[in-house]
């Protein structure tokens, strides 16, 4: 079979190479008396370029390489990554974007097994158990390793997988919830500052920063984290097989991963490259080969997220300078 994929791509790319190579050597030798012999062949060379390109693209798609896909979660997990009006770090995890690659992943027929890398302290709830279903109706073996972290949201969709390997120093665990709120009550008074709100539902207004929260209202939001934690324990002993008792009684704990596998949060301790051989022995080959998937981006969308990377680099070295002049920036 691999055999057969790389004589398909190395077919493809040298029809691609050949026919862009008579494209150009028609349009900008042969046929054009004002062109010089040097430009028409440089020209020519350039567009054997792009069609070895697009050829390439082409072999990669008809005659994929590999048969394992590998979704990535890391950072903060949002509904849209975090991006905004302002800049912010690019290393939060979209949501959408994850579901949309496992399920790219789901409809190619040479995939048979799903790894998901996961290095996230968690992030928002909805958007986690979104990546959870998804990895969860993956039609074939899903695999959840953790590198540094999985824990919150990230357990949560380690929920959803047939395995979770972890390295013995990660850290897991953390199943609980939390919720905030800013009190700004003694900072409005000294600004003169008071709130009137105008609600609709006793409720609607609720732990707002600028009024006093009152018993009742604490005693509904508390409601509210109570209910989100109560779906986070049945997803977490469904999944993973673990009593709501036990759930429970991790009380939101972190664990390191060899400790985490010995209470039985983790099946696995051991590296990529064991994760590796584990998928191949399940899928009955030798070897497998990885293809990390990557979410799809517009032209506008790449030029936009790579702008984001450079000036967060630079506004990060910037407050590397400033701090090591003694001059701190706060947020």
């Known amino acids: 079979m691999s055999r057969t994929r790389s004589l398909g791509q190395l077919a493809v790319v040298l029809l691609g190479a050949g026919l862009f190579a008579a494209v150009g050597i028609a349009l900008f030798v042969v046929y054009p008396e004002t062109l010089t012999d040097l430009f028409g062949v440089l020209a020519a060379l350039a567009l054997v370029l792009v069609g070895v390109k697009v050829a390439g693209s082409i072999a990669g798609s008809l005659f994929p390489g590999y048969d394992v896909a590998e979704v990535a979660v890391e950072g903060p997990i949002t509904r849209d990554g975090g991006g905004g009006s302002l800049p912010s770090s690019p290393r939060g995890t979209p949501a959408d974007d994850i579901v949309d690659q496992i399920e790219r992943a789901d409809e190619e027929d040479n995939v048979d097994a799903l790894l998901m890398k996961l290095n996230t302290p968690g992030g928002e709830v ?13 039609d074939g073996p899903t695999i959840a390793y953790t590198t540094d972290v999985c824990a919150s949201g990230g357990y949560w969709i380690a929920s959803g997988c047939d395995e979770l390997w972890a390295r013995e120093a990660s850290i897991v665990g953390s199943i609980g919830v939390i919720g905030s709120r800013v009190n700004a009550t003694d900072f409005a008074d000294k600004l ?34 109570d209910d989100y934690y109560d779906h986070f324990v049945d997803r977490v002993s469904e999944g993973r097989d673990l009593e709501p008792s036990f759930v429970r009684e991790t009380e939101a704990r972190i664990y390191l991963g060899e400790h985490a596998h010995e209470n039985g949060l983790v099946d696995t301790i051991g590296t990529r490259e064991d994760v590796e051989d584990a998928v191949a022995d399940r899928l009955g080959r030798d070897s497998i080969t990885v293809e990390e998937f990557q979410p799809h981006r517009s032209l506008v969308q790449r030029v936009g997220t790579s702008a984001q990377h450079v000036a967060y680099a630079f506004g990060a070295g910037i407050a590397g300078l400033a701090s090591d002049r003694g001059f701190r920036l706060r947020t």
Do not use: M, N, W
């Open 126 to 138: 909805v958007p986690s158990d979104d990546i959870r279903i998804a990895a969860e109706r993956f």
């Open 192 to 225: 003169g500052l008071s709130y009137e709100g105008f609600t609709a539902g006793e409720y609607k207004d609720a732990g707002t920063p600028l009024k006093e929260i009152d018993d009742d209202e604490r005693a509904y939001l508390q409601g509210l984290i």
